[in-house]
């Protein structure tokens, strides 16, 4: 392995503060490169190619001064030619993104590699990568497979220290599984030396599920001091994450979660600001009342602006395999406008609206996939999804004089976005989808119901 420069970098962060007038635990919520640059900071240094002034906003590290971008980029949907990832590394480095989202799952397992491909072009010292403890399949819950994952980490993505490490998806299956994957077999003993011997510069989880797990790792913050968590949060699902989606129960709101972070001080990393792209695809009715209160604003740079705006959010993830997808949340977060009260009235109301909505939970995560039966469930969650925001689903009532030609243009429809082997019929109901899912939703009884729709015929 490479020579750790972990002491250099804590030199150099101290003469930072020490230019600021800051103390190692004293240290800005806000600040922007173009302001960074002008002191010197060798961490926000970007390459001579970038722009003279970025506005990218920044939050700081608790406890150690480092400042990481508002704006995270989530990898787990990369192009699958590494030229157009590295095209999108380059351009976000270049505009002032410095987080990077990862995880040993991902992309079937090839994510790290591409990921470390792209960023091992650059100096170590102009990003911070966060990847994950993905074993979550019983087959991985020795010491032994454990630690092979954790060492693959290292060499995929060409580092010799990880900033952030995540024990992944904790929650799905209790408080047992969380044993099993993590304190029986001492693997959390070993991860926390890690973090001593500076090869894990930033230790957390990510969470899904049962909230008695979130409880039980917060409850133990004292014994295993961590330094973020993960979790989903949105202006949905702050305050209706519980009653939306066809979840199973044990599950809780954004706004508990957040809010037992921000009294302990430990900061939150989001992930699904828009709930999968479903706050970027509202009905027509909501984006013409977002457009009236901003009208230069997208439904998506609202949905940011709403997580941005919480001050215990250390980065927002945001999922960019397309080029415009990364231009236009640079420009939100370039610099960030939080939102005023009267936004998050705005927003409020239209979360309370939106909750009544008889969608289906789905984040397009596809951790459910593959189906071994070859049904692509994300793939038909998201058309029904659309079809409700888009009030083109068959009325409720069959006997309504338009029923049947409703049901005859989603059944047309459907037919056309979704392939006759990955329909919802071809669900077998085996159940092991069930334990995968982070939303834990009972994914064959959602089928079922959509199956029933395309064969319902009026009375």
Known sequence: MKKNNKQQQEMNRRQFLERLGLGSATALSLITVGSLQAIGSSRKALDDEAPEQIKMTYRVQNGTGEHISLLGFGMMRLPHEQEKVN??????????????????????????????????RHPRDKYY?????????????????AKEMYDNS??????????????????????????????DNGLLDFLLEERKAGRIRHLGFSYHGDVKVFDWLIDNNDKYHWDFVQIQMNYLDWTHAQRRGGRRRGDANAEYLYGRLEKLGIQAVIMEPLRGGGLANVQDDIREQLARARKDDTPARWGFRWVGSKPN????????NRMEHLKENLETFSPLAPCTNVENELLERIADKMSGLPTIGCTTCAYCMPCKHGVDIPGNFAFYNKAVVDGRLPLPDA???????????????????IPNKARANRCQDCGECLSKCPQQLPIPTHLSRLVEMTRKKKA
């Open 87 to 120: 095209e999108l590394v380059d351009y976000a480095l270049a505009h002032g993104i410095n987080y990077f989202d990862t995880a040993p799952i991902y992309g079937g397992g090839s994510n790290e590699t591409a990921t470390g491909n792209a960023l091992s």
């Open 129 to 145: 990568v966060a990847t994950k403890m993905s074993n979550q399949h019983e087959s991985l819950w020795s010491f032994e497979k």
């Open 154 to 183: 290292f060499r995929k993505l060409q580092v010799d220290y990880i900033d952030y490490y995540l024990l992944h998806s904790v929650g799905g299956g209790g408080i047992d599984n969380l044993k099993a994957r993590f304190i």
């Open 313 to 320: 959010v250390l980065t927002a993830l945001s999922g960019m």
């Open 399 to 417: 006997s309504a004089p338009d029923y049947e030609e409703k049901r005859q243009a989603y059944l047309t429809a459907y037919q056309e976005a």
